[in-house]
């Protein structure tokens, strides 16, 4: 077009595309682009869209199972639970955007995430968010805590989706580069799924939504996939602006739509805008797609083609819909007081071809745009700084005579204290589902007319995946699975958001290929499909990555809503006991962190059958009846697991407990290490034998470990009184200390 810039290497690179690139761009069309189709190859060959440093190493995650009805490759995974419903599921990652500006990037993160639910036909029920921050000593750390907070709760409270759990995580790993993991789960009818497809010549391509604007543009490509540097300031506005208020009409007028068999195929409108969904959803259905972007609903005069088709600007979907029945669609959109203009419509060529006030602007295949960036096949290095570290030489580290300052500042530490303060400015109620609210293991949500309910939980240890990538990874997949299980479901199904530093490192590189098999290997073991998922790259600021951080949710099904099963002590006289075993371990803990400022030392060893053993244990206690609580051993090893179940326990009062254990370990090891396979739970007196007996057929360790009742925590360790402690006094602790950092109480 007519002063568009000319074409020049220096502009190539400005699109963050490579000279090599270039070339075979230049090669696959057998011509050059204009500035418009260079932005579309720029956005679509990003590192955000087309996964060219990831998907070689994605190849090997297990995606199949009997009850997958869609997995990888469409805007979320979909799991069959029978009764005639399937879940739809995935976690995104809007992290840069919400480091630049917390509100709108935690925000829009958000509405991103639910499109891609709503998208495949289902309703959004509920949303879990990962979230990691750095130093809470930072000032500017509160500064983002605060906006994501404010941004995740404003967004979902508007749409009437419940916030029902998740993780916050503090280090200062993350200083320079936040992580914001968003996770939503839709319930939708098994036989009413909806694909991102356009086939069909002569189906009516429906634009839906807000206007289009300036915001944006150049998201996918220039601020999702590069790392920060002095310049990230300036990138501001590539920043989405997102309308919760509109977000929750595009819900109920897509559901709406949805309900008439004249629609063929929906995607929405998220990293790289329009030019995504029309490429996408013409090369899926091997078919191609004609538009004029002249009858595009714009909210700025003056918009260039080019920036129309690279706008970010959020709540927009585009529909395919078949011919004759434009007229009712757009009506039914009208009602909910949403823009909707036919575009464009289905045709029978493998290309995009679009114009623009009469002159056409892009004519590209499909192929080159969607699939033609080449897989890279990056160089992988084991990190030195793993040698360094490798080894926590216990003989070194002081062994307190007593327990209670380390317990109390591990109670304190924004990593093990409440999030209360983060979940209590979330709506976890509307709807009126959620069974479990935030705070126990996993959220559990009913399934209307049914006897079901579905189990979700976010997990990433990342200390552990610092210090071993594959282990790490691998470990999360078991929390994660473990976490659903002392809920009482049973896990099927799982999405990951795979956040990792610079892809052009080699060593980047060498965690991300160990972390990837390490949750292959667990998901084949586990036999958990992975459906969806998601990669961001590029964390990284001023050369400084953050721990590798593969963050993972898991869905579980639940049969009976009746057994679900919570971590609270329910009496006070109830045993407690320890479901596996515990290792002379503190690599990684949060122990060794907060007490000596040491990330370091071997992560937790895994042993993958013993913790399928204990968990199918667990399991079977609650579906028989046998236990009141269930909790898993995570941060803080297992002093921290017993007193967060007195805290949670169902009277105005907390219950204490009095824990006696006998172990020839190091007594700081034994309370406060993360050895992985562990639960601790509480069943009346009576029914010990019979635990005992069951345990034995497992061949898993159960010990009798305490009693709950009384007003203190106490603890003695062969005898000896190691922490005695008010159970007030410690809830008060471990129930304050985040909002005070946040700097929201005094």
């Given at each position: 077009?007519?002063?568009?810039p000319?074409i020049?290497?220096?502009?190539?690179?400005?699109?963050?595309?490579t000279?090599?690139?270039y070339?075979?761009?230049?090669?696959l069309i057998?011509?050059?682009?204009?500035f418009?189709?260079?932005?579309i190859?720029?956005v679509?060959?990003?590192e955000h869209?087309?996964?060219?440093?990831?998907?070689?190493?994605?190849k090997?995650?297990p995606?199949?199972?009997?009850?997958?009805?869609?997995g990888?490759g469409?805007?979320?995974?979909v799991i069959d639970?029978?009764?005639?419903f399937?879940?739809v599921f995935k976690?995104?990652s809007?992290?840069h955007?919400?480091?630049i500006e917390p509100h709108q990037?935690?925000?829009?993160g958000?509405?991103g995430?639910?499109?891609d639910i709503?998208?495949?036909?289902?309703?959004?029920i509920?949303?879990l968010d990962s979230?990691?921050?750095?130093e809470?000593?930072?000032?500017?750390?509160?500064?983002?805590?605060?906006?994501?907070?404010?941004?995740i709760s404003?967004?979902?409270?508007?749409?009437?989706?419940p916030?029902?759990?998740?993780?916050?995580?503090f280090?200062?790993?993350?200083?320079?580069?936040i992580l914001?993991n968003?996770?939503?789960?839709?319930?939708?009818?098994?036989?009413?799924i909806?694909?991102?497809k356009?086939?069909g010549?002569?189906?009516?391509?429906l634009y839906?939504?807000?206007?289009?604007?300036r915001?944006g543009i150049?998201?996918?490509?220039?601020l999702a996939?590069?790392?920060?540097?002095e310049t990230?300031e300036?990138k501001r506005?590539?920043?989405?602006?997102?309308?919760?208020?509109?977000?929750?009409?595009l819900?109920?007028?897509c559901?709406?739509?949805?309900?008439?068999?004249?629609?063929?195929?929906?995607q929405?409108?998220g990293?790289?805008?329009?030019?995504?969904?029309?490429?996408e959803m013409?090369h899926?259905s091997?078919?191609?797609?004609?538009?004029d972007?002249?009858k595009?609903?714009l909210?700025?005069?003056g918009?260039?083609?080019?920036e129309?088709?690279l706008?970010?600007?959020?709540?927009?979907?585009?529909f395919?819909?078949?011919?004759?029945?434009?007229?009712?669609?757009?009506?039914i959109?009208?009602?909910?007081g949403?823009d909707?203009a036919?575009?464009?419509?289905v045709?029978d060529e493998?290309?995009?071809?679009?114009?623009?006030k009469g002159k056409e602007?892009?004519?590209?295949p499909?192929?080159?745009v969607?699939?033609?960036?080449?897989?890279?096949?990056?160089?992988?290095?084991?990190?030195?700084y793993?040698?360094?570290i490798?080894?926590?030489?216990?003989t070194?580290l002081p062994e307190?005579?007593?327990?209670d300052?380390?317990?109390l500042k591990?109670?304190?530490?924004p990593?093990?204290?409440?999030?209360?303060w983060v979940y209590e400015q979330?709506?976890?109620?509307?709807?009126l589902?959620?069974?479990?609210?935030?705070g126990?293991d996993a959220?559990?949500?009913?399934?209307?007319?049914?006897?079901?309910?579905v189990?979700?939980?976010?997990?990433?240890?990342?200390?552990?995946?610092?210090?071993?990538?594959?282990n790490?990874?691998a470990i999360?997949?078991?929390e994660g699975?473990?976490?659903?299980?002392c809920?009482?479901?049973?896990?099927i199904g799982l999405?990951?958001?795979l956040?990792?530093?610079n892809p052009?490192?080699?060593?980047?590189?060498?965690q991300f290929?160990q972390a990837v098999k390490g949750i292959?290997d667990?998901?084949l073991?586990?036999?958990?499909p992975v459906?969806?998922g998601?990669v961001?790259?590029?964390n990284?600021?001023?050369?400084?990555?953050?721990?590798?951080?593969p963050?993972v949710a898991?869905?579980?099904?639940?049969?009976?809503?009746k057994k679900?099963?919570?971590?609270g002590?329910?009496k006070?006289?109830?045993?407690?006991?320890?479901i596996?075993?515990t290792?002379?371990?503190l690599?990684?803990?949060e122990?060794?962190k907060v007490?000596?400022?040491?990330?370091?030392?071997?992560?937790?060893?895994?042993?993958r059958?013993?913790e399928k053993?204990?968990?199918?244990f667990?399991l079977?206690?609650?579906?028989?009846g046998?236990i009141q609580?269930?909790?898993?051993?995570s941060?803080?090893?297992?002093a921290?697991a017993?007193?967060?179940s007195?805290f949670?326990a169902?009277?105005?009062e907390?219950?204490?407990?009095?824990?006696?254990?006998e172990?020839?370990?190091?007594r700081d090891?034994?309370l406060?290490?993360?050895?992985?396979?562990r639960?601790?739970?509480?069943?009346p007196?009576e029914?010990t034998?019979?635990i005992?007996?069951?345990a034995?057929?497992?061949?898993v360790?159960?010990?009798l470990?305490?009693?709950t009742g009384?007003?203190?925590?106490?603890?003695?360790?062969?005898?000896q009184?190691?922490i005695?402690?008010?159970?007030?006094?410690?809830?008060n602790?471990?129930?304050?200390?985040?909002?005070?950092y946040a700097?929201?109480t005094t």
């Amino acid at each position: 077009m007519q002063n568009e810039p000319e074409i020049t290497l220096q502009l190539v690179k400005d699109h963050g595309l490579t000279e090599d690139e270039y070339r075979r761009i230049l090669d696959l069309i057998g011509r050059k682009p204009n500035f418009t189709e260079l932005g579309i190859f720029s956005v679509m060959w990003s590192e955000h869209c087309s996964y060219k440093s990831s998907r070689p190493f994605l190849k090997n995650l297990p995606t199949e199972g009997p009850n997958v009805l869609q997995g990888p490759g469409e805007n979320a995974g979909v799991i069959d639970i029978g009764d005639g419903f399937a879940v739809v599921f995935k976690i995104e990652s809007h992290n840069h955007p919400s480091f630049i500006e917390p509100h709108q990037g935690a925000a829009t993160g958000v509405g991103g995430i639910m499109r891609d639910i709503f998208t495949m036909g289902a309703r959004p029920i509920a949303l879990l968010d990962s979230l990691r921050f750095g130093e809470m000593e930072d000032p500017r750390t509160r500064f983002l805590l605060n906006g994501v907070v404010d941004g995740i709760s404003s967004y979902g409270n508007c749409t009437g989706v419940p916030t029902v759990g998740g993780e916050v995580y503090f280090d200062s790993c993350y200083n320079g580069n936040i992580l914001v993991n968003a996770f939503c789960l839709g319930l939708a009818k098994s036989d009413g799924i909806f694909l991102a497809k356009a086939g069909g010549v002569g189906n009516r391509i429906l634009y839906v939504g807000s206007k289009t604007g300036r915001d944006g543009i150049h998201g996918a490509s220039l601020l999702a996939s590069s790392e920060f540097d002095e310049t990230t300031e300036e990138k501001r506005p590539t920043v989405q602006v997102g309308d919760p208020f509109t977000e929750k009409l595009l819900i109920e007028a897509c559901l709406e739509i949805m309900e008439f068999n004249w629609v063929v195929g929906v995607q929405d409108m998220g990293a790289a805008g329009l030019t995504s969904s029309s490429f996408e959803m013409a090369h899926r259905s091997e078919a191609g797609v004609r538009m004029d972007l002249s009858k595009v609903p714009l909210r700025e005069e003056g918009m260039t083609p080019y920036e129309i088709l690279l706008s970010e600007s959020q709540e927009r979907m585009l529909f395919v819909i078949e011919p004759g029945h434009e007229g009712e669609a757009i009506a039914i959109l009208e009602k909910w007081g949403l823009d909707a203009a036919i575009i464009g419509e289905v045709i029978d060529e493998p290309g995009v071809r679009i114009e623009f006030k009469g002159k056409e602007v892009v004519n590209l295949p499909t192929f080159p745009v969607v699939d033609g960036a080449l897989d890279l096949k990056r160089e992988t290095k084991r990190p030195k700084y793993l040698d360094k570290i490798d080894q926590v030489n216990l003989t070194e580290l002081p062994e307190p005579s007593r327990g209670d300052k380390a317990f109390l500042k591990l109670l304190a530490c924004p990593n093990i204290a409440s999030k209360e303060w983060v979940y209590e400015q979330y709506d976890h109620m509307v709807r009126l589902d959620t069974l479990v609210l935030p705070g126990s293991d996993a959220a559990v949500l009913r399934i209307k007319g049914t006897k079901k309910a579905v189990a979700i939980s976010v997990d990433c240890n990342s200390r552990f995946c610092y210090l071993d990538p594959y282990n790490g990874a691998a470990i999360a997949v078991a929390e994660g699975c473990r976490n659903v299980t002392c809920s009482g479901a049973k896990p099927i199904g799982l999405t990951n958001c795979l956040n990792f530093g610079n892809p052009e490192k080699p060593e980047i590189m060498w965690q991300f290929e160990q972390a990837v098999k390490g949750i292959g290997d667990t998901c084949l073991f586990f036999d958990i499909p992975v459906v969806s998922g998601n990669v961001s790259l590029y964390n990284e600021t001023k050369g400084e990555a953050i721990f590798p951080t593969p963050t993972v949710a898991v869905v579980g099904l639940i049969e009976d809503q009746k057994k679900i099963m919570t971590q609270g002590f329910k009496k006070p006289g109830h045993r407690i006991g320890l479901i596996g075993f515990t290792l002379e371990e503190l690599g990684g803990s949060e122990y060794l962190k907060v007490l000596f400022d040491k990330t370091e030392g071997k992560a937790p060893a895994l042993d993958r059958k013993n913790e399928k053993q204990v968990q199918e244990f667990c399991l079977e206690l609650i579906q028989k009846g046998l236990i009141q609580s269930a909790h898993d051993c995570s941060e803080g090893g297992l002093a921290i697991a017993v007193a967060e179940s007195c805290f949670a326990a169902p009277e105005e009062e907390p219950l204490g407990a009095k824990l006696e254990l006998e172990s020839s370990l190091r007594r700081d090891t034994l309370l406060f290490g993360e050895s992985q396979s562990r639960i601790v739970i509480s069943f009346p007196e009576e029914l010990t034998d019979q635990i005992k007996n069951l345990a034995l057929s497992y061949n898993v360790d159960f010990s009798l470990i305490g009693i709950t009742g009384g007003s203190k925590f106490t603890v003695s360790i062969n005898g000896q009184e190691y922490i005695k402690q008010e159970i007030e006094s410690i809830k008060n602790i471990w129930k304050t200390s985040l909002g005070r950092y946040a700097g929201q109480t005094t």
